[in-house]
């Protein structure tokens, strides 16, 4: 009885694969001329922005030379007041998005949470809201 080695064609003659001695050939990609390249002047960042649309600036001004905002307690209840007022859904990640840089990180070192800063912005539109119902 043959065995199964016995049986199997030489390595030669195997047609699914090419003999080891020769290299395999691939054809060469076609080369293709690159189109050409023109000139493009683009306009201005300021032509690009109506001005209407330039988004207001921080409630505090930064310090001469720097570019961070000095948030205080004050400041941020009257950024989160004015969010809350325009009858926007205040959160966080909200706010990280779309809010004056560094609003949340400055609600949580300050108030230690966002929730807590978003009740002590409620709690002082609902005493202005009583003060004012009271004086009628």
Sequence with gaps: M?????????????????????????PEPEHRPEPERTAVSWPSDAALVPPAEVAPAPPTSPAAGSKRVQWTRESIVDELASWMSKGTVVDASFLTRHGAPGLVAATKRIFGRFEAAMNVVALQRSKMQSGSSSAR
């Excluded at 080695?5 to 691939?26: F, I, M």
Aim: net charge neutral; no cysteine; hydrophobic share 25%.
């Design 2 to 26: 043959r065995t199964a080695r016995e049986l199997a064609p030489a390595p030669e003659q195997r047609l699914d694969r090419q003999p080891a001695h020769e290299p395999e050939h691939r």
